[in-house]
């Protein structure tokens, strides 16, 4: 019996981990995608952002955009006092983010 349940706590952990993998990746896919056309940057050039998938903090890894001009680095998934944060860019370019993942960026932020 003590087996059988190992066997499927394995296996359902197991599969939690494919699905965290896949929507992970999948969300950092979409955001690669946002910034693939170029986009007015806070030093007033229109570039093509540089996407960096893992950059870490103190709190953890985040992906984060450069501006190729100025090189500013800008936190895409979650609002970070070690980046600028991404609604400086969102008052720039109006329709980047949607209401849920500006509420999703909020949600995820670091404390202060």
Same mark, same amino acid.
């Given at each position: 019996m003590w087996d059988? =349940? %190992? @066997? %499927?706590k394995s296996y359902y952990l197991?599969?939690? =981990?494919i699905i965290y /993998?896949?929507?992970f990746k999948n969300s950092t896919r979409n955001i690669s995608k946002k910034f693939q056309n170029k986009l007015q940057c806070v030093c007033?050039? !229109?570039v093509l952002f540089e996407v960096i998938n893992e950059i870490e903090c103190d #709190?953890? +890894?985040? $992906? +984060? /955009?450069?501006? $190729? !001009?100025?090189q500013e680095l800008f936190s895409v998934d979650k609002k970070?006092?070690? #980046?600028?944060?991404? #609604?400086?860019?969102l008052k720039i370019n109006t329709k980047l983010y949607s209401k849920k993942e500006k509420f999703d @960026? =909020? %949600?995820? %932020?670091?404390? #202060?």
């Open positions: 059988i =349940l %190992s @066997y %499927s197991n599969f939690l =981990l /993998i896949s929507f007033d050039n !229109n #709190f953890g +890894v985040h $992906t +984060v /955009i450069q501006c $190729t !001009n100025c970070c006092s070690a #980046f600028k944060n991404i #609604f400086e860019l @960026y =909020l %949600s995820n %932020s670091h404390p #202060f």
